[in-house]
């Protein structure tokens, strides 16, 4: 699948890539997620043409010279490419890599029948896990890596997820896995805030009202930790409010680039931490694949619509609306 131009995307033959000491996956599922649908409207630039696609599960057809995995095992692909030898990457940072490179942007990615990877990208996942499960463990891992990043989170707590996508429900299901049970739900969608209170938010509302709700909950302190994950300016303002004195901020989201207003005296007046989170390490895509199998977290019910690889262009439709969640491609195999 290959993004030629803005809103060109075509499935044609391409060589199959030569493994150069890699391991080679055939893909089995392959999920779409936004930078995807934004590269392809060129709001994010590749060089084209560019093989798209970095959330990735399928089966080696060749492990690399390290034998780190088996012929025939069902992996997850990290996507993110780093050198293994930088400043960052030696502090066990490779995600931050500053000569790494993300599969499907930087170069091409997986959204084909091969693809060959540094046997260190590839995570082994169990046969039992459900493809539906299994497609959500890129975006799991990229979650867990974010909430890795605040440490002080306890029982007692409120916390306030503004954007219930897949990772806005995915840093729900997170909040209760890491016992906070006083969470608010902040979403335009009013079948997202149904879905909320189903898996565990005491309170739910939309932007407007979330002050209102948030105050009802707290006695008007507001909530110890904010997650943003819409990626907006506009909701990381808000997130910013919703905030209460001392409290954090998790900026996990990915804002455009460019000139933003923002609060910037209730930054310094409630004194607050603003985190940001960025991909994810590879011990993060390991816990990604133990909290999937432990089975306590909702992963099918985020699974929306499935296509084949040829059927590309109604995939990327289907991930446009906003009425879906995690739209997949799946090769037979």
């Not at 001392?246 to 930054?267: D, H, I, K, N, R």
Request: net charge negative; glycine share 10%.
């Amino acid at each position: 699948m290959l993004v030629t131009g803005v809103d060109q995307l075509t499935v044609s033959d391409v060589p199959e890539p030569a493994s150069d000491g890699r391991a080679v996956v055939a893909p089995a599922t392959m999920g779409l997620c936004g930078t995807d649908v934004k590269i392809l409207a060129g709001s994010i630039p590749v060089d084209t043409p560019r093989i798209l696609g970095h959330e990735i599960v399928g089966r080696v057809v060749r492990p690399g010279p390290a034998r780190r995995v088996d012929e025939g095992q069902r992996v997850l692909i990290d996507p993110g490419i780093a050198c293994g030898h930088c400043r960052l990457c030696r502090a066990d940072r490779p995600h931050l890599c500053p000569h790494g490179a993300l599969m499907g942007r930087d170069v091409d990615g997986g959204f084909g029948e091969r693809v060959a990877v540094d046997e260190f990208q590839l995570h082994p996942i169990p046969d039992e896990l459900s493809t539906g499960d299994a497609s959500l463990l890129q975006v799991l891992g990229t979650c867990v890596h974010a909430q890795t990043r605040v440490a002080d989170v306890f029982p007692g707590q409120t916390a306030a997820v503004v954007g219930l996508g897949v990772s806005g429900l995915l840093h729900l299901q997170l909040l209760r896995e890491r016992g906070v049970d006083r969470i608010v739900a902040v979403t335009r969608s009013a079948w997202k805030r149904e879905l909320a209170e189903r898996w565990g938010a005491i309170a739910t509302a939309s932007p407007g009202d979330a002050g209102d709700v948030l105050d009802e909950v707290t006695g008007g302190a507001g909530a110890d930790l904010v997650v943003e994950t819409a990626g907006s300016a506009s909701t990381l303002a808000r997130s910013i409010e919703l905030a209460a004195m001392g409290a954090t901020v998790l900026a996990f989201g990915t804002a455009p680039s460019g000139p933003a207003e923002l609060p910037l005296y209730q930054l310094y007046y409630k004194e607050l931490d603003v985190v940001n989170a960025r991909a994810a390490r590879p011990r993060d895509y390991t816990r990604a694949i133990q909290l999937a199998t432990s089975g306590r977290l909702h992963l099918r019910d985020l699974w929306s619509a499935d296509f084949p690889l040829d059927d590309a262009a109604a995939a990327v439709a289907a991930a446009r609306d906003s009425s879906t969640l995690k739209v997949t491609m799946t090769l037979p195999g």
